[in-house]
């Protein structure tokens, strides 16, 4: 099946959404006019009072809750989400594996949970408050819309989609980590309990499909248990959640390669949900190496000394900008940079 996912990718792909910023505008128009069988519904409002929508489709009885762009300046997720529609009305090859999701889960998907924060590209949302660690008090509005959503879904299983920063390697190894993945902690103990043993077999599903086409490019995320954070907060509650971080690919500054990866990483997990198949080995997903911080955009290396550069976005005069920032110099000989 993956790598059927990937040949067809290009019938699958969204061609209206590109690049890192994504707003509201952007993915309105393909929220309305889909086919039969998907429904729209205004779930809310931002601080800035921007529609807050979620899409619904399937008829099983396994209950799926997508969000995406919680932090407003990670939109991989949302492009990925766009493709899977597709995928969902069309998926060329694959009609039996779409039956069967379809036919097993029930999707709702929140495209965009933060969209004051996608308009003026900062994580956080208009009231500077992050909602992946507001999930207990729920200040912001979008995090009393995102449990207000989970509470009417009770999902079996939930997809929290984040990009993560370009810093992070997979293991020991010099690969960046285009996809990361997490199954969180309901503890600080870091229990695994039966609902995230759930959360691990499907993570490690997804790896070993994903490696098929990706080999040594997978992570994991530190599993320290954050009782603000969405993901822990969900899966204590009974939510199992998958946290899935869209990361970088070489010179994939706009994030359209890792999106692709994104899109496979759920079609795939949604298909392994919908097959039932409890007997996966959930411990191998603690095979899956974790993310180290090896990465700067770019290093200088001088006779003496090194400097490190990251790219900085902001939104200058409406437009996103790209600057580059020096964040660290001295003896960096343990690091390296996509760019040298
Ligand atoms: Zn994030």
Redesign the pocket.
């Known amino acids: 099946m993956i790598h059927t996912l990937e040949n067809n990718y290009i019938t699958y792909k969204e061609n209206s959404l590109s690049g890192l910023q994504i707003i509201s505008e952007d993915i309105k128009p393909l929220l309305i006019g889909r086919k039969e069988g998907f429904s729209m519904e205004k779930i809310g409002e931002s601080e800035l009072n921007i529609d807050i929508n979620s899409i619904t489709i399937g008829e099983g009885d396994v209950n799926i809750l997508i969000w995406t762009q ?2 407003g300046n ?1 939109s991989t997720g949302t492009k990925a989400i766009f493709d899977l529609l597709n995928f969902l009305e069309n998926p060329a090859e694959l009609y039996k594996e779409r039956d069967l999701i379809l036919k097993e889960c029930t999707l709702t998907i929140v495209p965009m949970l933060n969209p004051d924060g996608a308009k003026l590209y900062t ?1 956080k949302n208009a009231n500077n408050i992050d909602l ?1 660690r507001d999930a207990v008090s729920r200040e912001a509005i979008e995090s009393q819309v995102l449990y207000d959503i989970c509470e009417s879904v009770k999902p079996n299983y939930c997809f929290n989609m ?2 993560q920063r370009s810093i992070f390697n997979v293991g020991n190894t010099n690969k960046s980590a285009v996809m990361s993945f997490l199954a969180p902690s309901v503890d600080i103990e870091r229990t695994v309990t039966e609902s995230r043993k759930d959360t691990m077999r499907i993570i490690s599903s997804i790896n070993e499909n994903l490696q098929k086409i990706l080999p040594g490019m997978v992570g994991r995320y530190t599993d320290e248990f954050y009782p603000n954070a969405t993901g822990d907060n969900f899966q204590k509650r009974g939510y199992n959640t998958i946290l899935v971080e869209s990361g970088y690919y070489p010179k994939d500054y706009d994030r359209e390669i890792s999106r692709m990866y994104t899109f496979c990483s759920v079609v795939l997990g949604l298909f392994d949900v919908s097959k039932k198949n409890k007997g996966y080995n959930y411990e191998l997903y603690n095979n899956i190496p974790q993310n180290g911080t090896k990465y700067f955009d770019i290093i200088k290396r001088g006779e003496i000394e090194y400097i490190a550069y990251q790219y900085e976005y902001s939104i200058k005069k409406d437009k996103l900008s790209i600057d580059l920032k020096e964040v660290n110099r001295g003896d960096l000989s343990k690091f390296i940079g996509h760019n040298e």
């Open positions: 919680m932090h990670e994580r992946n984040h990009d």
